[in-house]
């Protein structure tokens, strides 16, 4: 987003879907497997991609105008 104001063009809307990792990516990671023992709330990879995508829309909404959220949306409206 630095880039773009830097060059004199905000960026007023910002994409980002999270279907571009794989389903199964989190299960062999040691630390998201330990991040979701430590969240009673996170049960499968479904919970924990929801709550990523949650956190990240959260983080760009902060800092844009208007964020497009296909992917939070979806996840959210359609579990």
């Known amino acids: 987003m630095e880039i773009h104001k830097s060059a004199g063009h905000g960026l007023p809307i910002y994409h980002f879907g999270g279907d571009e990792v ?14 979701m023992r430590q969240r ?3 049960n499968n990879n479904d919970d924990l991609k929801k709550y990523f995508l949650y956190e990240v829309a959260k983080i760009v909404a902060s800092k844009t105008k208007q964020s497009l959220l ?5 996840a959210l409206l359609y579990p």
Request: glycine share 4%; charged share 25%; with cysteine.
């Open 70 to 74: 296909s992917e939070v949306l979806r």
């Open 40 to 42: 009673p709330d996170i």
């Open 22 to 35: 794989a389903h199964d990516a989190w299960k062999g990671s040691p630390i998201c497997q330990e991040f």
